[in-house]
């Protein structure tokens, strides 16, 4: 599996950003895929969840209502639009697949990550 992230930038407090994810090396549209962040100095966090075909997504608290996680299998791509972004959300974001055998709620990834794409957001 491999995944190519972009759309990162730096933004005010309260601004937005769309991150895209493009995954080649496996049928997109056969598995759950995700969003992680790593701020610097930190282990890396689960941001969203989308299963294979859309229809159901999770979030972490900190990004509730804020952040969006969606899908286009015919483009093998999957999007994270960010809304009302704070210093907080300050990292490199990174895009992932499920594991085998992992559902929505027993999640687990893949051991492959791209190179991610930077989000600074300023106070």
């Known amino acids: 599996a491999q995944f190519e992230e972009s759309g990162g930038g730096s933004v005010q407090a309260g601004g937005s950003l769309r991150l895209s994810c493009t995954a080649s090396g496996f049928d997109f549209g056969g598995w759950i895929m995700s969003w992680h962040r790593q701020a610097p100095g930190k282990e890396r966090e689960l941001v969203a969840v989308?299963?294979?075909?859309?229809?159901?997504?999770k979030y972490a608290e900190s990004v509730k209502g804020r952040f969006t996680i969606s899908r286009d299998n015919a483009k093998d791509t999957v999007y994270l639009q960010m809304n009302n972004l704070k210093p907080e959300d300050t990292a490199t974001y990174y895009c992932?697949?499920?594991?085998?055998?992992?559902?929505?709620?027993?999640?687990?990834?893949?051991?492959?990550w791209g190179k991610g794409t930077l989000v600074t957001v300023a106070s």
């Open positions: 992932n697949r499920a594991g085998v055998g992992a559902s929505i709620e027993y999640y687990h990834v893949t051991e492959y």
């Open positions: 989308i299963s294979s075909l859309g229809g159901t997504t």
